[in-house]
T-cell receptor
Framework: GQNIDQPTEMTATEGAIVQINCTYQ??????LFWYQQHAGEAPTFLSY????GLEEKGRFSSFLSRSKGYSYLLLKELQMKDSASYLC??????????FGKGTSLLVTP | GAVVSQHPSWVICKSGTSVKIECRSL??????MFWYRQFPKQSLMLMAT?????????EQGVEKDKFLINHASLTLSTLTVTSAHPEDSSFYIC??????????????FGSGTQLSVL
């Protein structure tokens, strides 16, 4: 299997920083994706890493270490609307993605 | 970004009936479309890969005779859940690849279909 692991739930305070970790099996790797998903809605693309290092995009950043099979999503200046499920997904051949179970993030006042 | 339209958004049906879900790429040609299923608080699970003009490739454990996929054109793929039963109740979502558009957002998702089988 793809064994994509991420924490089930996290809670953070408005205005704070939170890091969501993801580990995956390194075989057949073709990019690492992060999505945001609200209940009953389609996932929204956040980031894509294929090379090692940090990709920054506004309040969201994503990091990848291919040798370690590790990625994280960093959310800064948390807002209440950031409460959602965050999905880590590994790309493999043919453009298909394998998703982790998602991390449910609750942002509190 | 590219737009993928999925219909219906939700459907309620009786056990034993068949339900068809459509997925259309509105502004690009999608040679490949993917169908996912998501149970509450679970991951999106890939069901099948649909290639235009050929038979779909199903993931292990997905019954091809129960989940019929048709990809007859470059902009339309359909998933038919045949003889639906309550255990088929789930969130079904399609996605498509725009191989021409060179962006990091490799997949474009439909809005999903919530199927409830009574």
């Amino acid at each position: 299997g793809q064994n994509i692991d991420q924490p089930t739930e996290m809670t953070a305070t408005e205005g704070a920083i939170v890091q969501i970790n993801c580990t995956y099996q390194t075989s057949g790797f073709n990019g690492l994706f992060w999505y945001q998903q609200h209940a009953g809605e389609a996932p929204t693309f956040l980031s894509y890493n294929v090379l090692d290092g940090l990709e920054e995009k506004g309040r969201f950043s994503s990091f990848l270490s291919r040798s370690k099979g590790y990625s994280y999503l960093l959310l800064k200046e948390l807002q209440m609307k950031d409460s959602a499920s965050y999905l880590c997904a590994k790309g493999h051949s043919g453009y298909a993605l394998n998703f982790g179970k998602g991390t449910s993030l609750l942002v509190t006042p | 970004g590219a737009v993928v339209s999925q219909h219906p958004s939700w459907v309620i049906c009786k056990s034993g009936t068949s339900v068809k879900i459509e997925c259309r790429s509105l502004d690009f040609q999608a040679t490949t479309m993917f169908w996912y299923r998501q149970f509450p608080k679970q991951s999106l699970m890939l069901m099948a890969t649909s290639n235009e003009g050929s038979k779909a490739t199903y993931e292990q454990g997905v019954e091809k005779d129960k989940f019929l996929i048709n990809h007859a054109s470059l902009t339309l793929s359909t998933l038919t859940v045949t003889s639906a039963h309550p255990e088929d109740s789930s969130f079904y979502i399609c996605s498509a690849t725009d191989r021409v558009r060179a962006t990091n957002e490799k997949l474009f998702f439909g809005s999903g279909t919530q199927l409830s089988v009574l």
